[in-house]
């Protein structure tokens, strides 16, 4: 996870949706259904408040500079929380392969990715070949900034697990923690396109590049924080017949709509 914006961000006047996004081949996904709806076209100056107020939080370290700044983002910026985490359908698509990868890892003898795991295992391969073996098993494969952030969501996920819990056995995880897989891919997803979309404030020269360090980690921590407890808010509510996809969308929105109570 960088340190800094790759972009100025997307503009007004165009879909808060990129025509591109269906086009994205989420392995063992269903292809995204073009959509027939006419673009809704985003307003001038989208990202002024969130900008503003992100500035602020990159300065002070005021998480509710940060707070405020993640309401913008979503209420005007994209629209409101239903549009953030329909823009974010690629996302929560690979978090879905991410968690039956898990599962299936630890349920099914016969799962072509547990074979191959436990042969790198068996020949002595180091966690960065298990990490790698598993993200090229769950994310695109394509060039777009969707499809390269899920890779390094997903890398970033399993590297920090692995470190904080090194005795694991990643073809035996047990619920709690393919959750907790879950949400940390999630949380880092929403982490870089909140980044991508309006970080350019890290950018800023007068603040110290060890301060802007701090700010994107505890930045990236609030996020995966929320999106952990609505996630399990939503999980512990579900039924019996999970429909994953749903459910991790549906935290995407949740979280995105805690955020703007206070603007």
């Not at 707070?67 to 929380?81: D, E, F, I, N, V």
Request: hydrophobic share 35%; glycine share 8%; with cysteine.
């Amino acid at each position: 996870m960088g340190t800094s914006a790759s972009s100025n961000g997307p503009g007004s006047g165009v879909s808060f949706d990129p025509p591109w996004l269906d086009d994205v081949e989420v392995p063992n996904q269903q292809k995204n259904d073009k959509s027939n709806e006419q673009p809704v076209l985003a307003p001038r100056a989208r990202f002024g408040n969130a900008r503003r107020n992100m500035g602020e939080y990159v300065r002070s370290g005021d998480r509710d500079s940060a707070r405020r700044a993640l309401g913008h983002y979503s209420k005007t910026g994209m629209g409101g929380a239903q549009n953030v985490a329909k823009r974010m359908r690629t996302s929560t698509k690979v978090a879905t392969t991410f968690f039956n990868t898990f599962r299936s890892l630890r349920e099914d003898d016969s799962f072509a990715l547990g074979k191959k795991l436990k042969e790198l295992q068996s020949q002595g391969a180091g966690a960065n070949q298990i990490i790698d073996a598993i993200v090229g098993h769950v994310c695109p494969v394509g060039g777009s900034i969707d499809e390269t952030s899920c890779r390094d969501s997903g890398t970033a996920a399993i590297s920090e697990f692995l470190v904080e819990n090194p005795d694991a056995d990643v073809c035996n995880l047990d619920d709690d923690q393919i959750w907790s897989l879950t949400a940390t891919y999630l949380g880092n997803e929403v982490f870089g396109r909140v980044q991508m979309d309006i970080g350019q404030a890290f950018e800023k020269q007068e603040v110290s590049i060890e301060d802007r360090v701090i700010r994107l980690n505890d930045m990236r921590e609030y996020i995966q924080s929320e999106i952990a407890i609505q996630m399990n808010k939503l999980r512990e509510n579900a039924g019996k017949k999970l429909d994953i996809n749903k459910l991790l969308s549906d935290t995407i929105r949740n979280t995105f709509e805690v955020y703007e109570v206070d603007v």
